[in-house]
């Protein structure tokens, strides 16, 4: 096994105050993303 | 008045149905047919299969919802399609054949002026001999009975570790075109912190096996990705949490036989392997359903609705992957032939894979086919069944409503291990799905601030949430048509 996520790291990934912040900038990052919208590649039909 | 008809009750079929029931007056028939009891949110099947939550949780009856709601419901699933009629019969139908009740193995011409075809993919077992969810000590999670059997082979497991037993995990693809690596990457966390929290985690060797060229694929190509501050490969990002985690890979695996705790595999080196284990979880390849159709004189015109899927606006001419388009994937999901016929979700026909197509060195294909996940699929019926909805008010069809998956985003929230203060998951966007390397050809063909990758607890909220807001939305509670797809 390699550690590869410091302690630190580890730390802010599953600190619950961190997170419940992460937690609102990525529903609201990925409502962006999801919901910004959609539609065609093609310019002619 | 105008009849709707929808296959299928999975995740497509249901968000075409609640939305042309919500938007349409009640003198338009909406009509489900789809042989499923109950309606399942399937990207929870994870946790069932790792006993923490129960599969009740994630399905309801769809028999009660339906009639409240004014959807007419045949429990009964397609057999073939006849978008013409035939001799006795002028209007289009389907023929489909009850599977429960009554009317069960009786057979009906369901005639409709609208189709959609949302009968997602057939799982196709039978593609790998031996691999039987449930035999063989390989698993599946793609059902929520097959997640429950899972449940009960990894616990069977994980009690002979406690009793001092070392074991073998394997969990990835079972084929050498399977897709889905999302699913079976959930599931793989999942199951390397439930052995944690059963403190067997040092007795088991547990290896990620997969058709992917390189870890991170996903069907997708990879990824180039936001981490943090850092711009990251999809690759480095798995590689990092399969090192942290103690999990070992094996990639551009075909997966060709099982056998009782053996996968046999071919690699791109053209060298076949085995592989053995005590527990595997295993996707299989996805298949269409084998439909047959004919037209009004009863001739064979399978071809012009299926490629295996079904056959949309997509632009299907065989080209090297050099040449693939953003362009080729279709926008309307609508047959060229029977313009009244679409195919939302995983039922439509991909004009080609996502990822680089690769041979083995003896020829055989190893790659994985394109994933189709839950929100492409809820975006793709819904614009269907607003296409539909515009076309029965105008009088006149109308295709104003486009999504192509080169143009749309989607969120892949992968549960690493449940729990609300030990959870964890890895969120991962991306836009668009399909590469476009003509407006993003420095970034691999995608949007970096829009394709995004981040790892912690609220990832595992995040999951839990959207449990709770699909699962309220599929049941059409209140205001439930605010949700986006
Ligand atoms: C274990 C697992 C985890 C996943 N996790 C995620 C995730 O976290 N996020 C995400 O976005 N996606 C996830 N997915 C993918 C997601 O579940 C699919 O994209 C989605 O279910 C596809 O929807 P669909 O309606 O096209 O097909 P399905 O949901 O498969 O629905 C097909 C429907 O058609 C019906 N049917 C079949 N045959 C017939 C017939 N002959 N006649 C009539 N009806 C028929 C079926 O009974 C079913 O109701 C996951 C998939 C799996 C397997």
């Known amino acids: 096994m390699t550690q590869r996520i410091s302690k630190y790291q580890r730390f802010k990934m599953m600190n619950p105050i961190i997170q419940f912040f992460k937690f609102i900038y990525l529903s609201i990052k990925i409502m962006i993303v999801v919901a910004g919208g959609h539609g065609g590649t093609r310019k002619v039909n | ?88 019969e002028q209007k289009p139908y389907v023929l489909a054949e009850y599977v429960t009740g009554e009317k ?47 449940w009960e082979g990894l616990n069977e497991v994980i009690q002979q570790m406690k009793a001092g037993k070392k074991a073998k995990i394997l969990i990835g693809t079972g084929h050498a075109k399977s897709t889905c690596q999302g699913a079976a990457f959930e599931y793989i966390l999942n199951v390397e912190q439930e052995l944690r929290k059963h403190n067997v985690r040092d007795m088991a060797e547990v290896t990620w096996i997969s058709n992917e060229y390189r870890l991170g694929d996903f069907g997708m190509d990879g990824m180039l990705m936001s981490y943090g501050s850092m711009t990251m490969k999809s690759s480095e990002m798995v590689e990092m949490i399969f090192e942290d985690r103690d999990i070992k890979w094996i990639l551009g695996a075909g997966v060709n036989k099982i056998e009782d705790g053996i996968a046999y595999y071919e690699n791109l080196e053209g060298e076949h392997k085995s592989e053995t284990y005590d527990f595997a979880m295993l996707i299989p390849s996805f298949s269409g359903h084998g439909f047959k159709a004919y037209d009004k004189n009863e001739n064979d015109i399978t071809e012009k609705l299926f490629k295996g899927f079904m056959v949309v606006d997509a632009d299907y001419t065989p080209k090297p992957y050099e040449e693939w388009s953003v362009k080729d994937w279709p926008e309307t999901y609508q047959n060229p032939t029977y313009k009244n016929i679409f195919a939302p979700g995983i039922a439509f026909a991909p004009p080609h894979t996502i990822s680089k197509p690769r041979k083995s060195k003896s020829g055989t294909d190893i790659f994985p086919a394109p994933p189709r996940t839950g929100m492409p699929s809820g975006i793709t019926a819904k614009l269907v069944a607003d296409n539909i ?75 839990l949430a959207l449990h709770h807001a699909f699962i309220y939305k599929a049941k059409m509670r209140p205001f439930w048509w605010l949700i986006p797809e």
């Open chain 2, 1 to 88: 008045m105008s009849k709707i008809v929808i296959l299928g009750a999975g995740i497509s079929g249901h968000v075409a149905a609640s939305h042309l029931r919500r938007k349409l007056s009640k003198e338009h028939e909406v009509i489900v047919v789809s042989p499923n009891t109950n309606y399942q949110w399937i990207p929870s099947n994870i946790w069932v299969g790792i006993g923490r939550m129960k599969s009740e949780k994630i399905l309801f009856p769809l028999a009660p919802l339906y009639k409240k709601k004014g959807i007419g419901y045949k429990q009964a699933k397609a057999l073939s399609f006849y978008p013409e009629g035939d001799k006795d």
């Open chain 2, 104 to 150: 069960q193995g009786q057979r009906e011409k369901v005639t409709y002026d609208y189709l959609i075809n949302a009968t997602g993919p057939k799982l196709n077992f039978e593609a790998t001999e031996g691999l039987i969810p449930g035999k063989n000590k390989t698993y599946s999670v793609c059902t929520y009975t097959h997640a429950d059997h899972a």
């Open chain 2, 389 to 463: 909805i515009d076309s029965i008010k105008n009088g006149k069809e109308s295709l104003k409503h486009k999504g192509s998956m080169g143009n749309m985003g989607a969120a892949c929230i992968a549960s690493a291990g449940f729990g609300m203060t030990s959870g964890s998951g890895v969120s991962i966007t991306t836009f668009p799905i399909v590469p476009d390397y003509e407006k993003y050809p420095k970034t691999q063909g995608r949007q970096l601030g829009k394709t995004f990758g981040e790892i912690g607890l609220a990832g595992h909220w995040l999951k």
